[in-house]
Nanobody, 122 residues
Framework: QVQLVESGGGLVQPGGSLRLSCAAS????????MAWYRQAPGNQRELVAV???????NYAGTVKGRFTISRDNAKNMVYLQMNSLKPEDTAVYRC????????????????WGQGTQVTVSS
């Protein structure tokens, strides 16, 4: 299986910055895309940003120009640099990976982390 562990959340004032990290571990054979999702209370889960193994990125319109997703393929890590944070960015942020394991080389599945809370408030 694949385990994902997020870190870096916390409380920050509006206009501030945070950097989230997500480490993937386990019997990983290959990871294609890695992504960050978020969900605020009462809201549906939202795709924030995604990055492919080749480095292609895509962002939600609400965060474009403020957030940057990046990954370290050698370390199976993905990061989310969040700048100019707004109160509406408050949510639980979860890491997602589309990966195959050494037991099932040709079979890919989605794996999720537990999430990290980001609160933007003065």
């Amino acid at each position: 299986q694949v385990q994902l562990v997020e870190s870096g959340g916390g409380l920050v004032q509006p206009g501030g910055s945070l950097r989230l990290s997500c480490a993937a571990s386990g019997s990983i054979f290959s990871i294609t895309s890695m992504a960050w999702y978020r969900q605020a209370p009462g809201n549906q889960r939202e795709l924030v940003a995604v990055v492919t193994s080749g480095g292609t990125t895509n962002y939600a319109g609400t965060v474009k120009g403020r957030f940057t997703i990046s990954r370290d393929n050698a370390k199976n890590m993905v990061y989310l640099q969040m700048n100019s944070l707004k109160p509406e960015d408050t949510a639980v942020y979860r890491c997602n990976a589309y990966a195959s394991t050494v037991r099932n080389l040709g079979s890919y599945d989605y794996y999720w982390g537990q999430g990290t809370q980001v609160t933007v408030s003065s």
